[in-house]
């Protein structure tokens, strides 16, 4: 099968024109009003104009400044009452193939989750046509939610990981896109077979494929991705090392989600400080990886994960889910470990890095909560302890960063993408939330979302759940979109400078 | 302002054919395929058939069982692919006038939340243009996420708290309302003034509203709703408690949020052995008493409880946003306690009893969970204490069961709603899933969710965000819904027979 071509060049300038809002730093959102953003036809941000309280007053500026032709080379998206322009939202951590199995985890915990959910759907996707419908879906919906990046696992199979990194430059979503290496610990009709030798091999013609339909690595590249410690040989382990080092490629891989997780990789390494070493020690931990999870890590282990550079892949609602655990993401934050947040789905049952974000701030609250009364009153927390966990908790600002920003250092593409800055790529959305009309009672003047007369309240299908009554400062408003936004609220989304999905009210 | 008309009388029997699913008991949800079920005029289920693979069946069947003329007195709605029948959700626990505030509550707690956010806007809904605009929306949403009864607090305002009564009865969503009483600690502008015999008096012009709007009190029915021990006097409480014995009222209220306010009770009642003892004083912990959060009982407290046949409100969303506890649901059930979902609006950042039950799961998680392990590897728990965790998980059918038979318990609706039984009345949803198309690939053959062929992928504005491959179990289909789903997936609502809410695309 040939891949599809790559999308078409940008044919025209765009301006953004109204208010823009990102992250200027882990606890400030920064808002810009009446702006408007240039991005020219490679999907650069090549100017940023404040002050432009019109279409016309941001054309006339920025086009004679940019030298562009306002009339014949420039298209123009301004925004409407309630709408304001927002970074895409990078997901450092998705499991592709698992995508059919969000929700369904009944009440397993990680090891017996994998073998019951996961090993049989993943190798089900061996088959192509299979394949294809769900990462379709998969990559659909992520955009639709405002993913413009994100950070896949595939499965072992070469074909299908090839097609998923396919799918993901045909619809413009940046990707890294792993083929999963796992030869030791998974059931006989999926684990790669052959040796090790035969398990790089493997794995480079995924990274061949991707090299071959996107050489830049613009959109779709490719990222080495040893399942986890108790699924790879050492052997494997080493020789993925090596290459990482030789290609200067990224890796990633899960690190301390689970208990049991934690005392199998004490039972295979024996003789190894702790999981963190065991991956140093293949030199797989450098600052090119994503470890996800991370909820249970010691002092020792931050220290180390620190001192290389390694990145974070938070996962609230895989990490609930599945009762691994609370990762105390304040604490690798003040120890200057990057993190992002990862929808992991499937162990995250919602493909959406809003959810995730949502999550990570009750996750958060979990983490400051006062121990509950029954049973635990007499083990109440030191004072170190108390602080610590009241210190926890992580606001909305906060966690936004971590779903733009954040994931972006995550994934090294601080330099790109994650704010509005001239000189980066235009990789956005739109968000547009319900401005509550003013007729509460709604007598008869409005088709949509009204009371049809006979006493059947009719939804509007284009609204979501984001009620704006109008006085609510812009921080609240951002509150609301957190707590109650859904794709709905997602009205566009663009990857360098290309508009991938839309809905069909925006 | 005269009251709008109660809604009309059925004009006609329906039958209803597809699938049903309802709570058969705590941990078991029934599935009763190729069913249909009749409801008469009166919105009450007449009959219940199996086995009936078509509508004509269907109609044939009951229709000359029940003596109905299937042509001209009969209306027959048939479940499509992807949708079944559900009970509707039951809302134990919300505040209609902090609507406007869902997902603001910044790191606030209880006590500091009320004053910035909550008694602020209560107060401002004095004015009935206001209030009539935030309550109507208010139904609106609950409705469309299929909230078919709900328990509201209003504020302590009369007009205002008739006007919702006013607005649930013209939407025809079954409502408990009760006017706030709230006579100490509260804000000079937002305060029951007059002493306890005003207190009384205003309520009960509000109770006698609503016995005139809705004599039987069918779909609006009053109760006593003294905000929380910490905000009413003695005499207060006292003279509330006994209007609900002459009268047998229902009451709710707030018991054991939050660690402050147990503190703030302890001064206030520092001969009472507790919190729950405070209200048993004064005659209102009762079997028709409805207490919202009881998040840190203590055992004699949960004995008492029991003991008085009083119900919990257990509201998840608002327990984690303002960190005040995880509630040990588990434990109280075991107790022969009733417990059933509150959204908590504002507490809780959203109206959907859905996610209330998605965070109902998650949060019994974060009870289940192992310490984490910074600083709380020393304090590992007894096992007594490991089982009790680890017991505390709730799954998929336990959270839907809290959703519907349980809220019905507790509002003392289970001889009517909560399950469809011949006999109850048919306050019901039509959920609807999204069927994934076999072309993974799109190719041009549906216009809607697909490629548009220039790259953008166009969203449906309908189908929501439960995907379905074909493949799943029932079972997964549900833990599906309950995961993923939203309003979207509600696609009719009924209460007493009567439609009530419908998506355009249904």
């Known amino acids: ?32 009003h009446d702006a408007s ?38 298209e123009v998206r301004v925004c409407k009452e309630g709408q304001f322009f927002f970074p895409g939202f990078i997901d450092t951590h998705i499991h592709a193939p698992q995508y059919p199995n969000a929700g369904i985890f009944g009440n397993s915990t990680l090891l017996d989750w994998l073998n019951k959910y996961t090993f049989p759907m993943e190798a089900s996707l061996a088959a192509l046509p ?67 030798a035969a398990v790089l091999a493997r794995t480079m013609e995924t990274i061949d494929h991707m090299r071959t339909i996107d050489p830049e690595g613009d959109i779709v590249a490719p990222i080495l991705t040893p399942r986890f410690a108790p699924a790879c040989t050492p052997e494997t382990m080493s020789r993925l090392g090596d290459v990482a080092r ?38 797989l931990l450098t600052k090119r ?62 493909p959406s890095i809003l959810e995730a974000a949502r999550l990570a701030s009750l996750v958060s609250r ?25 210190e926890a908790t992580l606001g909305v600002e906060e966690v936004l960063h971590l779903a733009t920003r954040g994931g972006a250092k995550v994934l090294g593409l601080d330099h790109k993408v994650g704010g509005f800055e001239v000189g980066m790529e235009w990789d956005a959305q739109l968000v547009g939330l319900n401005m509550v009309a003013d007729n509460g009672d709604d007598e008869g003047d409005d088709e949509s979302n009204s009371n049809n007369g006979c006493g059947v309240i009719v939804a509007d299908p284009h609204e979501g759940n984001v009620d704006v009554f109008g006085w609510e400062t812009w921080d609240e408003r951002i509150a609301k979109w957190l707590f109650n936004g859904d794709d709905r609220n997602t009205k566009m989304v663009w990857v360098k400078g290309r508009l991938v999905h839309q809905r069909p009210s925006s």
Not at 304 to 325: D, E, F, I, Q
């Open 1 to 32: 099968m040939t891949p599809p071509p790559p999308p078409p060049a940008l044919q025209k300038n765009q301006l953004f024109v109204g208010t823009f809002v990102h992250s200027k730093s882990l606890n400030q959102l920064e808002y810009l």
């Open 246 to 283: 030789d290609q200067d490629l990224r890796i990633q891989t899960h690190i301390s989600e689970n208990v049991g997780e934690i005392a199998l990789v004490r039972e295979q390494y024996p003789d190894s400080r702790d999981y963190a070493s065991v991956y140093d020690m293949f030199g």
């Open 37 to 74: 953003v240039a991005v020219d036809k490679s999907g650069r941000i090549v100017a940023i104009e404040l002050q432009c309280r019109d279409q016309a007053t941001a054309a006339e500026t920025l086009c004679s400044k940019l030298g562009w032709d306002a009339a014949a080379d420039v």
């Open 366 to 390: 979990h983490l400051a909560m006062p121990y509950n009364s029954q049973g635990d009153a007499a083990r109440a927390p030191s004072d170190v302890d108390k602080k610590r966990r009241e």
């Open 289 to 350: 990886t994503v470890l996800a999870h991370a909820v249970h890590l010691t002092d020792d282990e931050v220290a180390l994960v620190a001192k290389r550079g390694a990145k974070v892949a938070h996962c609230p609602c895989s990490n609930s889910a599945l009762t691994s655990g609370e990762c105390p993401v304040r604490w690798l934050l003040d120890r200057d470990i990057d993190v992002g947040l990862g929808t992991d789905v499937s162990g995250g049952y919602a």
């Open 130 to 196: 299979r394949a294809r419908r769900v990462y379709s879906q998969v990559v659909r919906r992520t955009l639709s939610h405002g993913t413009t990046a994100a950070a896949y696992y595939a499965t072992i199979d070469v074909a299908a990981t090839n097609l998923l990194a396919d799918l993901c430059l045909a619809a413009g979503q940046r990707a890294f896109v792993g083929r999963v290496c796992m030869d030791r610990n998974a059931p006989d009709n999926y684990i790669d077979k052959g040796g090790p």
